[in-house]
């Protein structure tokens, strides 16, 4: 028997622009309470985060007692990257497609800088978002960091950078965006690491970040201000 029902009865199907905009809400991670935004008037650290058109960096800013020794380093930077195409030149296509479809070496990079990567970085457009944290938001992220490293020794130093190895392997599912949203998760941002496989995905989260950390400070600003 044939169903009496008209056209206007069937499913309209769902656009799809309108599939990762529902992903995105679904995806999207509340802040750690207590932890991020800082409480008013409590002491914070600085952090900036750089983008550029592949890579991720997180950078603090270093206190007043590390500055006075060395005046040429403002920033503590960390990354991450896959050892073979970052530091032995294994690169082209082949390169790239054993970097992402299969677990390789992974190192942690960490230098001390003047700028940060954004201000650096020879793969331009670049970006920053920045950030403040508090002081266990500020050692949460440290421990995190300093806990991706696999080994003392690094696997290379150039001037005032070193690159260690990670615990973990490089892969489409880990790599220096997944890296940077992990360790900002950990200081309490609202970032989802497995939402921020891209550089397009992971820059919609700290723009919502930016703005949810703007409401907070416009929020306890006094009337009128």
């Known amino acids: 028997m044939h169903s ?12 799809w622009l309108i599939i990762p905009s529902l992903l995105l809400l679904w995806s ?6 207590g932890l991020w935004p800082p409480p008013e008037g409590a002491p914070t650290r600085t952090i900036v985060v750089s ?3 592949w890579h991720a960096m997180i950078a603090i800013t270093l206190d007043e007692r590390v500055t006075a020794l060395d005046q040429k380093s403002m920033f503590e930077e960390w990354g991450y990257a896959e050892q073979a195409w970052y ?10 497609l054993r970097a992402l479809f299969r677990p390789n070496p992974g190192v942690v990079e960490i230098g001390l800088h003047e700028r940060v990567w954004a201000a650096r970085t020879p793969q331009p457009p670049a970006e920053t ?6 002081e266990t938001g500020y050692l949460r992220l440290r ?5 991706t490293i696999g080994a003392t020794n690094p696997v290379l ?3 005032r950078v070193r690159f260690y190895p ?7 599912f880990h790599q220096c965006h997944q890296y940077a949203a992990e360790a900002l998760r950990a200081a309490g941002l609202p970032l989802a690491a497995w939402w921020a496989f891209s550089r397009t995905s992971f820059a919609m989260q700290l723009r919502r970040a930016t703005r949810m950390a703007d409401q907070a400070a416009a929020s306890r600003a006094p009337a009128g201000k």
């Open 166 to 172: 990670s615990k973990r392997p490089y892969h489409l």
């Open 51 to 53: 983008l550029d058109t």
């Open 129 to 134: 978002f920045v950030f403040r944290l508090s």
């Open 87 to 96: 530091l032995e030149g294994r690169q082209g296509i082949t390169g790239a």
């Open 143 to 147: 421990r995190h960091l300093l806990s």
């Open 157 to 159: 130093v150039v001037d």
């Open 4 to 15: 009496m029902a008209g056209p206007t009865s069937q499913p309209r199907p769902v656009p």
């Open 28 to 33: 999207c991670a509340a802040p750690v309470q």
